[in-house]
T-cell receptor, first 110, second 111 residues
Framework: GNSVTQMEGPVTLSEEAFLTINCTYT??????LFWYVQYPGEGLQLLLK???ADDKGSNKGFEATYRKETTSFHLEKGSVQVSDSAVYFC?????????WGAGTKLIIKP | ETGVTQSPTHLIKTRGQQVTLRCSSQ?????VSWYQQALGQGPQFIFQ???????GRGNFPPRFSGLQFPNYSSELNVNALELDDSALYLC??????????FGPGTRLTVT
């Protein structure tokens, strides 16, 4: 069945460092791919998405490219801020439901 | 535009009891999906309602049931609560089955 695998956390970086959070997926067909962010004590917010191969989703300085060849959708940001500290989830659209990775906790130190 | 709202925010129940969680969908949305998020894990799909009909269901037992009303708000009911039901319950609404917008969740603790 469809599945999503994310790199385990926590990931700890200093402010202004470069961020990569890896996400790979297994799916039949070409599902839409998403990154969601969950700040402490809050619900899930859509960060970015891509609906077909080679699409690049971007928002708030974060980017991810839909790579069909490597079945990946890695999240990147060039310069992280303390306010980016949160849990990040990769997900894919499987018909009527979202299939989620386990989440990666990101900790940014000033 | 009002976003997705959920009530209550927190809830404590005893094993064996029943609970009802509520969700108001975002304006213009006709689809509601429910997810269970255990601590430290990703959400797990429970079921989805589209225009008042169940449109799909995840791997959850029948004691998890739901309802969608004509105004597209929704309820999640859980009977015979077990300790493992302790989790954050998330509701998401969408227009048809497109992009899902999440509410803040209801934290359920079963003791």
């Amino acid at each position: 069945g469809n599945s999503v695998t994310q790199m385990e956390g926590p990931v700890t970086l200093s402010e202004e460092a470069f961020l990569t959070i890896n996400c790979t997926y297994t799916a039949t067909g070409y599902p839409s791919l998403f990154w969601y962010v969950q700040y402490p004590g809050e619900g899930l917010q859509l960060l970015l998405k891509a609906t077909k191969a080679d699409d690049k989703g971007s928002n708030k300085g974060f980017e991810a490219t839909y790579r069909k060849e490597t079945t990946s959708f890695h999240l990147e940001k060039g310069s992280v801020q303390v306010s980016d500290s949160a849990v990040y989830f990769c997900a894919l659209d499987s018909n009527y439901q979202l299939i989620w990775g386990a989440g990666t906790k990101l900790i940014i130190k000033p | 535009e009002t976003g997705v709202t959920q009530s209550p925010t927190h809830l404590i129940k005893t094993r064996g009891q029943q609970v009802t969680l509520r969700c108001s969908s975002q304006s213009g949305h006709n689809t509601v999906s429910w997810y269970q998020q255990a601590l430290g894990q990703g959400p797990q799909f429970i079921f989805q309602y589209y225009r008042e009909e169940e449109n799909g269901r995840g791997n959850f037992p029948p004691r998890f049931s739901g309802l969608q009303f004509p105004n597209y708000s929704s309820e999640l009911n859980v009977n015979a609560l077990e300790l493992d039901d302790s989790a954050l319950y998330l509701c998401a609404s969408s227009r048809d089955t497109y992009e899902q917008y999440f509410g803040p969740g209801t934290r359920l603790t079963v003791t």
